[in-house]
């Protein structure tokens, strides 16, 4: 969990310091690990770490201690705790349109 670098303003002017060595332990105990970065506004933004990993790669900065992440690098990948939670209940099921799956994911199926 990171707090924003910015005390207050528009979402798109937060920003994040992430600790590449945290990051990497962090992906070596589980590699579906996720930052929570919470915004200025209170705002909570679910990223995975493989996301902020491969930033700080594509920016050649995997060797340094630190990297900063803005808002506008995670807007369209983020997802809110909510959604999360959801993905974490269901597993890695991706949208498979099987009505008995579909049925399991409700909770209206037969082993429920």
Known sequence: MKKSHQTAGAADSDRWTIKLSQLSDLLATSPTAA??????????YVVPAKLLHAHAA???????????????????SAISPEGYFTYLTLGTWTGCTDQDT?????GTGQGN
């Not at 930052?35 to 909570?44: F, M």
């Not at 920016?59 to 369209?76: K, M, N, P, S, W």
């Not at 579909?102 to 409700?106: G, H, L």
């Open 35 to 44: 930052y929570w970065l919470i915004g200025a506004d209170g705002e909570i």
């Open 58 to 76: 594509g920016r050649h900065v995997v060797d340094q201690g630190t990297f900063t992440l803005g808002y506008c690098e995670i807007r369209h």
């Open 102 to 106: 579909v049925a399991e994911a409700r």
